[in-house]
C-alpha cells in the first residue's frame, strides 16, 4: 500500500461547480495533515493544514477521518484560478524526525 | 522577499559532472528540507537537517549525493557524477521547530527549486 494514495485525476469541472478529492494514508501514527496546492513547474504552496475537527477556509474545507485514515478536500464555487494540481502531505513520525510524504497530487481543471 | 530561495534556477549538465543547489530557507526557520520531484510525481523526500545537524537521509540518496549545512542557515546539495535519471526538480523547504519564542509547526514551505537536465 502507497504511504499517501490520492485519485490522479483529472477532474474536470465548470466554474462554480462543487469539487472534492480524497485521500488515504497508510501510517495511523501520523499526527499532521495538509493540502498543498501546485501549479505547472512550480513549487508546491501550502493552501490549509487539515485538523481534527475539519476546517474551513472562504471555498475550501478540509476534512480528517483517523478512523480510516481519510482526507478530504472540497472546493465549491470552483473558479478558473483554482487549476491546479492538490497534494495530499502527511507527516510520518520517525524516532528522530518527523519527514512529510507527498501523495501524487490530484489534477483539477476548471473550464469556463 | 523573506520566503526560501533556491539558486540556480535551471541547471544543465552533461552526464558524469558534478553539480552543486544552494537553499536559502527563511531565516527563523530551523528545519531544511530537500526533495526530489520528477513529472507526475509529488515531492519524494531526501534529507532533512535540524540546524547544522543531519538528522535523516532517504534511501533515494545515493552515495553519490550529499548534503550539507554547515553554520545551521543555508544549505548544499551536491551531486557527483550525474546520470541522466538524476534529472529533475530538486526542492527545498523549510520550517520552525523548537525555537524559542516562536510557534512550532510541521508546515514547510518550498523555495522554487532547481530544474535539473541531465544529458
Known amino acids: 500500500r502507497k504511504e499517501v494514495e490520492q485519485d490522479p485525476g483529472p477532474f474536470n469541472v465548470p466554474e462554480g461547480a462543487t469539487v472534492a478529492f480524497n485521500c488515504t494514508y497508510s501510517n495511523s501514527a501520523s499526527q499532521s495533515f495538509f493540502w498543498y496546492r501546485q501549479d505547472c513547474r512550480k513549487e508546491p504552496k501550502l493552501l490549509m493544514s487539515v485538523y481534527s475537527s475539519g476546517n474551513e477556509d472562504g471555498r475550501f474545507t478540509a476534512q480528517l477521518n483517523r478512523a480510516s485514515q481519510y482526507i478530504s478536500l472540497l472546493i465549491r464555487d470552483s473558479k478558473l484560478s483554482d487549476s491546479a494540481t492538490y497534494l495530499c502531505v502527511v507527516n510520518f513520525p520517525t524516532y528522530n524526525t518527523d519527514k512529510l510524504i507527498f501523495g501524487t497530487g490530484t489534477r483539477l481543471q476548471v473550464f469556463p | 522577499d523573506t520566503g526560501v530561495s533556491q539558486n540556480p534556477r535551471h541547471k544543465i549538465t552533461k552526464r558524469g559532472q558534478n553539480v552543486t543547489f544552494r537553499c536559502d530557507p527563511i531565516?527563523?526557520?530551523?528545519?531544511l528540507y530537500w526533495y526530489r520531484q520528477t513529472l507526475g510525481q509529488g515531492p519524494e523526500f531526501l534529507t532533512y537537517f535540524q540546524n547544522e545537524a543531519q538528522l535523516e537521509k532517504s534511501r533515494l540518496l545515493s552515495d553519490r549525493f550529499s548534503a550539507e549545512r554547515p553554520k545551521g542557515s543555508f544549505s548544499t546539495l551536491e551531486i557527483q557524477r550525474t546520470e541522466q535519471g538524476d534529472s529533475a526538480m530538486y526542492l527545498c523547504?523549510?520550517?520552525?521547530?523548537?525555537?524559542?519564542?516562536?510557534?512550532?509547526?510541521?508546515?514547510?514551505?518550498f523555495g522554487p527549486g532547481t530544474r535539473l537536465t541531465v544529458t
Open positions: 523547504a523549510s520550517s520552525s521547530w523548537g525555537n524559542p519564542g516562536l510557534y512550532s509547526s510541521y508546515e514547510q514551505y
Open positions: 531565516s527563523e526557520h530551523n528545519r
